[in-house]
């Protein structure tokens, strides 16, 4: 069985500073998925990383894939309160297997 | 049309009920997804449809009972549920092309009493 771990569980930061987030595990994935859900609604795609030691910016937002293709990272530069919400990363692997999801990182923002 | 459309947003129902969820898309999206996720927990995978044929059933009680009348409509029928069944009710497409990943709905807040 595949799993992701993710940590931190949860991090309350205040408004201007940095974070990471990780997602680690044991297995190879063909692609590594990163969703972000608020509260009352549904995860939204991120962005999808597939190559080993990819890099990926959206606006303030950097996504890494590891060069094995094990793990990968989020991290937020200057986090505003618009960025609240549980983050999650989900592996995929080629063909038809549903994604693997991480359990999240609840992320709080406080201006 | 780009999303997934769940209905109803909200459904309180007693134990002896009989309910159903739906689910829509017009993405052209040949797998469909049904999900459950309880608060403050990641979303668990409940049932895979492929070209509109059940692919995957992650041993959900009988109480639960999914339908995929065409390729666009999933529909999760409801019976009997548990108190313990509540939660937030998930529906999600993919083309099966990974770097999309999947569109999930807005969910089904689910309450039984």
């Known amino acids: 069985t595949q799993l992701l771990e993710q940590s931190p569980q949860f991090l309350s930061i205040q408004e201007g500073e940095n974070l990471t987030v990780y997602c680690n595990s044991s297995?190879?994935?063909?692609?590594l998925q990163w969703y972000r859900q608020e509260p009352g609604e549904g995860p939204v795609l991120l962005v999808t990383?597939?190559?080993?030691?990819e890099v990926k910016k959206l606006k303030r937002l950097t996504f890494q894939f590891g060069d094995a293709r094990k793990d990968s990272s989020l991290h937020i530069t200057a986090a505003q309160p618009g960025d609240t919400g549980l983050y999650l990363c989900?592996?995929?692997?080629?063909?038809?297997?549903?994604?693997?999801f991480g359990k999240g990182t609840r992320l709080s923002v406080i201006a | 049309d780009t999303e997934v459309t769940q209905t109803p947003k909200h459904l309180v129902m007693g134990m002896t009920n009989k309910k159903s969820l739906k689910c829509e898309q017009h993405?052209?999206?040949?797998?469909m997804y049904w999900y459950k996720q309880k608060a403050k927990k990641p979303p668990e995978l409940m049932f895979v449809?492929?070209?509109?044929?059940?692919?995957i059933n992650e041993s959900v009680p009988s109480r639960f009972s999914p339908e995929c009348p065409n390729s666009s409509l999933l529909n999760l029928h409801l019976h009997a549920l548990q108190p313990e069944d509540s939660a937030l009710y998930l529906c999600?497409?993919?083309?099966?092309?990974?770097?999309?990943?999947?569109?999930f709905g807005s969910g089904t807040r689910l309450t039984v009493v």
């Open positions: 993405m052209g999206h040949r797998a």
């Open positions: 999600a497409s993919s083309s099966g092309v990974e770097l999309y990943g999947y569109t």
């Open positions: 449809y492929s070209y509109e044929k059940l692919s």
């Open positions: 990383v597939v190559t080993g030691g």
């Open positions: 297995s190879v994935f063909s692609s």
């Open positions: 989900a592996g995929g692997n080629s063909g038809n297997t549903p994604l693997v």
